[in-house]
Every structure is written in structure tokens, then in C-alpha cells.
């Protein structure tokens, strides 16, 4: 799946089995972000130790053609990767990454990463409808992630595409403080 976000000049597609390493790099680079450690639950130290065969693994299950995920990314003019979204397949009666119990056909956007000269601009938007869209043809009922307590920008963004907080907060720290919250958007 393509698309041309209007007058942007951003290309919107899911990535290729084989371009791990981008999806690597671009990994990296968001792990650099001061945001990171509120945005992402690995570290960089973490994600640059993984061997090469982590990221083929991530590249082809999340890639075009994959079912059980899709990571899509805004391709600049000049060829670089501006930002990222993935959405995770998620089936009622089976568990999500974190163990817990997944009760609704649902989207679950992780991952999520513009950088620093492509914000305010609407890519996010653009971004999410790709995920959307994918999630919507294999009859998701709603959307869901997660986002820090204290990740202001973000929540910022979210409640723009139509997310809103459901009332669900988790923790997924080490100290158990509770400080995700599950933001969702239904069909
Ligand atoms: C999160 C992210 C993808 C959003 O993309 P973006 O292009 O920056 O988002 P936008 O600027 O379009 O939207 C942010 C909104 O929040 C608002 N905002 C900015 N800072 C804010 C703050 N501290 N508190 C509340 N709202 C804030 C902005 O005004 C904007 O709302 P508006 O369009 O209604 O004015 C991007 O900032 C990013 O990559 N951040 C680092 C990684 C990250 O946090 N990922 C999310 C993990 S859950």
C-alpha cells in the first residue's frame, strides 16, 4: 500500500521484508530522541546490541505482506525515512505482548516516531491513516495504543486523529508506577 500525502510530498507505504536495515536505523535514531525514554520501552543500548537477525525477523514480520503486523513509513523527497507508525494484528481470546488479555479485534499502533524536522506538519496524520486503513480491511473494530502520563505532544496528536483515553492505565516500568494510559479511537 502507497500513498502520495497531498502537496507534502511525503511517500506513505508499509516497508519491504528486506529493508531492515532502515528499519534499524530509524529504530536507532528514535531511541536518540530525548522523548525516548516517555516514548519507547527499549533503550537504545538495548536495540543497537541486537544482532543483525532482530531486525531481519522485525523487517519481514512487520513488512508488506505480513499479517500479524505492519510498520509503515513517509518517505522525504530526498529518499530519507521522516516518520513511522506500526499496527499490530490483535484477536479477540488471545494475549497482547504484554501478557494481557486482548478482548476486541483491534489495532495496536506502537512505535511511533517523526523526526524532529517533520513535525507540525500533519505527517502523523498522514502516517496514521496508512495504519488505519490496513487495520480497517481486515475488520479491526477500533484502535488502540498507548501513550506516557507525561508525553504531552503526543496525547496533543492523538486526540487530534480521533484518539481519546479510555480510562485504562497500566505501567509498564519497573517501579510499577502506573503512567501508561490506553487511548483509543473506534471505528
Ligand atoms: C508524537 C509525534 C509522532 C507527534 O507528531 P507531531 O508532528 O510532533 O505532532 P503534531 O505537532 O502534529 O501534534 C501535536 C499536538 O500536540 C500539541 N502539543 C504540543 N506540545 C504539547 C504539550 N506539551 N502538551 C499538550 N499538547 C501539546 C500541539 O499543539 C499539537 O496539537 P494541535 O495540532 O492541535 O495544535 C512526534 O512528536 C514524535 O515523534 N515525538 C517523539 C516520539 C514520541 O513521543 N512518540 C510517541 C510515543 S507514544
Sequence with gaps: MTSQTEGSGYLVRAVRPHEWAAVKALRLDALRDPVAPLAFLDTYEEAVARPDSFWQDRAVGSGEGSERARQFVAEAPDGTWAGTVTVLREEPGTEDWSGAAVERRQGHVVGVFVRPGHRGNGLIGALFDAGV???????????????????????????????????LVVSFAKDETENELEFVRER
Design 133 to 167: 486503513e490496513w487495520a480497517w480491511e481486515w475488520g479491526a473494530e477500533r484502535m488502540r495504543l498507548f501513550v506516557h502520563a507525561d508525553n504531552g505532544r503526543a496525547q496533543g496528536a492523538y486526540r487530534r486523529l480521533g484518539f481519546a483515553p479510555s480510562g
